[in-house]
């Protein structure tokens, strides 16, 4: 397939690099990224989307994507598909995915989980929104940069699988580590803690196979001094779509929200950046009530 690739991050690159090593023929273009192997130097976004089969977009956030999506939609073949991978808004994944159907594409919105281990393996998660005329032509491609593919439904249905994921993933990280905070206080030894709580009802996919703390558990950040992983900014970002998403849904959700409050503390203001989003351990086994 002719595949065009724009936005080439630390996601992006290697996704694409796993279309070339498959043997399709890529077509990138970045602001600030390099191309990696195999794949070919657009001048702009439009260059890279212009007679392509496929056009997927890895970007930073909904506000970006608006303009690529503005900028690439009329250079696109009729028929083509409008692949867009980033975690994004709600919203903007449906207003892009309608711009891009009026304009006579097709189009997805297929966020990702499984970070950058996953993109370089191609062993990602893909959490799909679209018309099932979009899902099927972007299957091979999910077969080649994933191990998984969920049709979720219509536009937009992708990013709202992955937020509500995430946000039950923060929400979690966050109660496991104040549990170890607590159990330090109390004078229960981690591993002890680990050893029950692993294998009876306060088991969960961050204390199984993340454990936060280090030396205990399944080897994660914490053995690597907290660095990401999936950073702590990240799952801010994710929090923050989150609540963005229930807001203009009307939903309540109390927990998302205190998940959010608390990432935001610790990234802006308690030397969360940069780390690890499961080194909110120590940081809240360092505070004490008050
Ligand atoms: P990144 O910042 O490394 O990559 C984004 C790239 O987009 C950058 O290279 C940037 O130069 C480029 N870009 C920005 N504006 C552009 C424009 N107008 N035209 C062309 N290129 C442009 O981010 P990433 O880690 O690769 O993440 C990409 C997306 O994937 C984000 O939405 C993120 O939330 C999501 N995601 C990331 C991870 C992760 O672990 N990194 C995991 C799951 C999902």
Redesign the pocket.
């Known amino acids: 397939m002719k595949i065009g690739f ?7 690159a290697p996704m694409a690099a796993n279309l070339v090593k498959a043997g399709h023929e890529v077509t990138g ?5 390099p191309c990696p192997e195999g794949v070919s130097k657009a001048d702009s ?1 439009a260059d890279a989307a212009a007679g392509q089969e496929v056009v997927i977009t ?4 909904g506000d ?1 994507l608006r ?2 999506a503005a900028e690439i939609i009329p250079a696109m073949d009729k028929g083509a598909l409008f692949l867009d991978c ?3 808004d709600v919203e903007s994944a449906r207003a892009v995915a309608h711009d891009a159907e009026a304009a006579g594409l097709l189009a997805a919105d297929a ?3 499984g ?2 281990g996953g993109a370089q393996a191609g062993t990602l998660t893909f959490m799909a929104g679209g018309s099932d005329a979009a899902f099927e032509k972007a299957r091979p491609l999910f077969d080649i940069m994933g191990q998984k593919a969920v049709h979720c439904g219509p536009s937009g249905n992708g990013q709202a699988a992955k937020i509500c994921n995430n946000m039950i993933l923060g929400a979690t990280m966050l109660v496991t580590c104040e549990a170890f905070a607590l159990a330090d206080k109390l004078g229960l030894d981690r591993q002890k803690m680990f050893d029950v709580v692993s294998t009876s009802s306060g088991y969960s996919w961050t204390m199984n196979a993340y454990t936060p703390a280090p030396g205990v558990g399944a080897t994660s950040p914490a053995d690597n001094d907290y660095k990401p992983g ?1 950073a702590a900014e ?1 799952m801010l ?1 994710d929090l923050r779509l989150s609540q963005q998403a229930a807001e203009a849904a009307d939903a309540e959700t109390p927990i998302g929200a205190r998940a959010t409050e608390l990432y935001r503390q610790f990234v802006e203001s308690e030397g969360g950046k940069g780390m690890d989003f499961s080194a909110v351990l120590p940081w809240l086994a360092g505070k004490s009530r008050g």
Do not use: Y
Not at 6 to 12: D, E, P, Q, R, Y
Not at 29 to 33: E, K, M, N
Not at 58 to 61: D, E, G, R, S, Y
């Open positions: 724009i936005g080439l991050g630390n996601m992006g273009f970045d602001l600030v990224a976004a890895m970007l930073p956030n970006i303009s690529v980033s975690t994004v966020p990702v989980s970070g950058i999936f990240l970002k």
